[in-house]
Structures are given as structure tokens and as C-alpha cells.
């Protein structure tokens, strides 16, 4: 079956050009291959194909006028990108070409992740479909495509209408808010407390197990164990810590840290934050005591009561001293950046950090001032 096939580079469309003794270009369809041949002067041999072209994934269309000047030329474009011209003068052989290559494209279809549409023009004028040959099919692709979308996007409507509500979802249990990351008092409503049952079992931990263990709080506890912990604090709520995941004491203190940094209000708010430098640089102690505890006084609930359990706990870290080598200013380091820090990190931090430890340092010695219930 004699014709043309022309590859088009990238410059443009246009049949390569043919000298009167040159061999005239055919091809044949093979499964998932097209394969280009050349035509000897004798009709009857076929040379070896110089290479063949991969129809899986490939598009087939009529081509316009800006694509070539002929008449009955096929485009073929690949997955790839190549584009190939196939043309021939005889009506019912291209018609039949264009079936040939249309059949074996739509074979493929099946095996492909999207279907390609099949007797779809590329150009701005593509010529149309002969009859029965390729234009009924895409045609019938495009309705059955369009139907498939409507399908799809009935379903997504549906569902989307019968999904449940947030808070119905919470209400069922099925989602349940997160405890790292939110905000001190809305943790604190929704425990119904004032003080978080996590830092509770934390501190409770702790203490059973002995506070004489060397570096609590300082030294830091494995990484990957301590995001794993926070999984279970977000995801179960009957949290063992006495489970033999968490047996390293250092994971526990090292969540409860990252418990406290990640609060988005830390335990002394940004509102007081400016108050408490202030007090702590007051020459006078008797005054800067004073200050210190009416502010801590005027912290909201929760604030004021995790601060007071906290530090309670804090203290009795500092009496092992001399096991846990913890003291006064060691825990003041470790806590000071995290529980006190401004809303902007403007300024001079390195003498915020030195006000920051100052402030947790003084609330530790004069604990028993400050919270005289405790």
C-alpha cells in the first residue's frame, strides 16, 4: 500500500522533498507500532523498517490546511511529541489507513491511563472525519466523556451534601482536637479543668520514677521517640506513660518541653511579656517581688494554675540538686526562653534570653511567696 509519511520537525509542517528516482515511503501497522518502510523501484521488495513509531498513547486527526497542502493526509502524533504527515491520493486506501492506525490506537486505550481521544483534530482546521471511518468514534468519545464527568461530579456533589459536620464528628468521637499546638485556655475548657491532663501524667511521671535521674530537663530525649509520643497524645486517649515505649525519662520531659514551646500563647502571654522585664530590672527586691507576684496573680486561670503546678514541680527537681546536678539556674536556662518570649523577635534577643532566665529564676526562689497556697 503505497504513500507518503513525512516527519515534521520542529520548524514547521511540510513534506520532505522528492527527487524523481528517490524511493517512495509506506508503512505498516503492527500491534502497538507503526512501522515506516521504504519501496524499492521494485514493488514487490521491502527493505528493512528504519525504525518504528509507538501508537500507544498516540493521537490520530485529520490535518488542516496549515498542516499540509495535499489532500487525505493524516496527522499522527506521539506520545512523545513526534508528529508525523501520512498522506495518499486514493480515497479508500487512507480511509482504510486512518481505520487501521484509529483501531490500534483504540486497542491501546484500555492499557493506558487516560484515554486518548481518538479522530480529534490538533490544528485550527482540522478537515473533518471521513464517514464511518473515524468521526462517529470520536464523536461517541466525547459524549461518553462528557457523561463520565457529569457522573463524577454528581457523586462528588452527593457526597459532599451527605458528609457530616465537623462538630458532629467530634460529638461521635471520630475526630478529636489536637492537645500540642493549641491554646492553653481552650485546652484547659475542653478538659474542663485548669491545668492539662497531659502535663499532670508528665510531672506525675516524673516524680514516681525519681528526680535524681542526672540532667532532668537538661539532657534532651530521642527525637523520633518523642514525635512518636505526641502521635499517641494526639490519637489515644488512655496515654500510658509507664508503656515500655516511653521508658526513657528523658522522652517524657523532652514532650513536655515541646508541649510547653509549642503552646501558640506561651505560659506567661505576649500581654504580660513587657511587665515582667520590667519588674525583673527593679533595683529594689522588696518592690520587684511585689511586682513580680501581683502580676503572676493577674495571669488568666489556666496560665496561673499550670504555672503554679509546674513550678511546684520545678522546685523539687532543684531539691536533687546535687544527684541531678539541676539547679536554680540550670532549670532557669532550660525554661526560661520557653515560657516567657515576646510576640516578635525584635529587639535584642540575647538580653531578652538573660531577663527571660532572670524571670523564671526569681518565680523559683520565691515560689513559695508568690503562690503562698501552694
Known amino acids: 500500500m503505497g504513500g507518503h509519511v513525512c516527519h515534521t520537525g520542529p520548524s514547521g509542517w511540510g513534506e520532505a522533498p522528492r527527487s524523481p528516482g528517490s524511493p517512495s515511503p509506506v508503512a505498516g501497522v503492527t500491534g502497538a507500532t507503526l512501522i515506516p518502510l521504504l519501496q524499492q523501484r521494485h514493488?514487490?521488495?521491502?527493505?528493512?523498517?528504519?525504525?518504528?513509531l509507538e501508537l500507544r498513547g498516540a493521537t490520530l486527526a485529520w490535518a488542516g490546511r496549515d498542516k499540509s497542502s495535499r489532500k487525505h493526509v493524516l496527522e499522527l502524533r506521539t506520545r512523545e511529541g513526534s508528529e508525523f504527515l501520512i498522506q495518499h491520493d486514493s480515497d479508500g486506501i487512507i480511509a482504510a489507513w486512518h481505520k487501521a492506525i484509529a483501531d490500534s490506537i483504540g486497542r491501546l486505550v484500555s492499557s493506558a491511563p487516560r484515554p486518548a481521544a481518538m479522530g480529534m483534530g490538533t490544528g485550527d482546521h482540522a478537515a473533518p472525519s471521513l464517514p464511518g471511518v473515524g468521526g462517529h468514534t470520536s464523536m461517541m468519545?466525547?459524549?461518553s466523556g462528557e457523561s463520565d464527568s457529569s457522573r463524577v461530579r454528581n457523586k462528588l456533589r452527593k457526597f459532599l451534601q451527605r458528609r457530616p459536620t465537623l462538630q458532629s464528628l467530634r460529638e461521635r468521637g471520630y475526630i478529636k482536637d489536637q492537645v500540642f499546638g493549641c491554646s492553653l485556655q481552650a485546652l484547659c475548657e475542653r478538659e474542663r479543668g485548669t491545668v492539662p491532663r497531659f502535663?499532670?501524667?508528665?510531672?506525675q511521671t516524673v516524680e514516681r520514677r525519681g528526680l535524681d535521674i542526672d540532667g532532668l530537663y537538661r539532657v534532651s530525649g530521642n527525637l523520633a521517640t518523642i514525635q512518636k509520643l505526641r502521635y499517641k497524645v494526639e490519637h489515644d486517649e488512655q496515654l500510658d506513660l509507664d508503656d515500655g515505649r516511653w521508658e526513657d525519662i528523658h522522652v517524657?520531659?523532652?514532650?513536655?518541653?515541646?508541649?510547653?514551646?509549642?503552646?501558640?500563647?506561651?505560659?506567661?502571654?505576649?500581654s504580660h511579656f513587657e511587665q515582667f522585664i520590667t519588674a525583673i530590672k527593679m533595683q529594689d527586691p522588696v518592690r520587684r517581688g511585689w511586682c513580680i507576684r501581683e502580676l503572676v496573680s493577674s495571669l488568666p486561670p489556666a496560665h496561673h494554675d499550670t504555672m503554679k503546678v509546674l513550678f511546684h514541680h520545678l522546685c523539687r527537681v532543684i531539691e536533687y540538686k546535687e544527684e541531678n546536678r539541676m539547679s536554680v539556674q540550670s532549670i532557669a536556662i532550660v525554661f526560661g526562653p520557653t515560657l516567657l518570649r515576646p510576640a516578635s523577635e525584635?529587639?535584642?534577643m540575647a538580653m531578652h534570653m538573660v531577663f527571660q532566665n532572670q524571670v523564671v529564676e526569681h518565680i523559683l526562689n520565691q515560689y513559695s511567696y508568690i503562690f503562698p497556697d501552694g
Do not use: D, M
Open 43 to 52: 514493488p514487490s521488495t521491502l527493505s528493512t523498517p528504519e525504525h518504528t
Open 252 to 270: 517524657v520531659t523532652g514532650a513536655l518541653k515541646l508541649f510547653l514551646r509549642e503552646l501558640p500563647e506561651p505560659l506567661i502571654p505576649f
Open 199 to 203: 502535663v499532670l501524667q508528665c510531672i
Open 141 to 143: 468519545g466525547n459524549a
Open 346 to 348: 525584635e529587639g535584642n
